[in-house]
């Protein structure tokens, strides 16, 4: 059964930063992209970057909301994908959750909150 | 960016009765391999989203048949043959061709 649990989530101040993890097991990590998606509350889904297989270089793709202030990484060996968030801005308030999404798999998301 | 436009934005339906969801895109969502990169999503409130439709028309595992999804191009239905109180939640379309993803607004469905 796949399954991806993310973890990180939190209270931060704005322009602080928050690591978000997402945790892979039932598929072959290694060789699957892996995504981030968020959502505000009340709001619809919004794809927030992903990340390649080593076989595909890792690339990394942004929307043009995060980028240069979002990072995605990935451990293979630990089958874990990451979100480093940087200058977070009250805007970037949401559920994030990591995602297969042409393979059908979510996470249950983790709550970030940017707040004073 | 492709703009993912669905149509309506709420539904109240009937138990039993059908419903259907548009979606059109801003650009063709046709690849060159010959397979069009559109999806449809369920989510129902407090879950994340569920994919119910992949490349147009295919189901996914174990979703029931009263889902069906049509269309090429840069316009595609998802079709509900008899809505079920279980059936409730926001429906989204993605596009998966191009990045950025991009999904529709989304369309609540709700149970007369």
Not at chain 1, 18 to 38: P, Y
Not at chain 2, 30 to 48: A, C, F, I, R, V
Request: glycine share 10%; hydrophobic share 30%.
């Amino acid at each position: 059964e796949v399954q991806l649990v993310e973890s990180g989530g939190g209270l931060v101040q704005p322009g602080g930063s928050l690591k978000l993890s997402c945790a892979a097991s039932g598929f072959t990590f290694s060789g699957s992209a892996m995504h981030w998606v968020r959502q505000a509350s009340g709001k619809g889904l919004e794809w927030v970057g992903r990340i390649r297989s080593k076989a595909n270089s890792y690339a990394t793709a942004y929307a043009a909301s995060v980028k240069g202030r979002f990072t995605i990484s990935r451990d293979d060996s630990k089958n874990t994908a990451y979100l480093q968030m940087n200058s977070l801005k009250t805007e970037d308030t949401a559920v994030y959750y990591c995602t297969r999404p042409v393979a059908g798999n979510w996470g249950q998301g983790t709550l970030v909150t940017v707040s004073s | 960016d492709i703009v993912m436009t669905q149509t309506p934005l709420s539904l109240s339906v009937t138990p039993g009765q059908p419903a259907s969801i548009s979606c059109k895109s801003s650009q063709s969502l046709l690849h060159s391999d010959g397979k069009t990169y559109l999806y449809w999503y369920l989510q129902k409130p407090g879950q994340p989203p569920q994919l119910l439709i992949y490349e147009v028309s295919n189901r996914f595992s174990g979703v029931p048949d009263r889902f069906s999804g049509s269309g090429s191009g840069t316009d595609f239905t998802l079709k509900i043959s008899r809505v079920e109180a279980e059936d409730v939640g926001v429906y989204y379309c993605m596009q998966s061709i191009q990045l950025p993803y991009t999904f529709g607004q989304g369309t609540k469905l709700e149970i007369k």
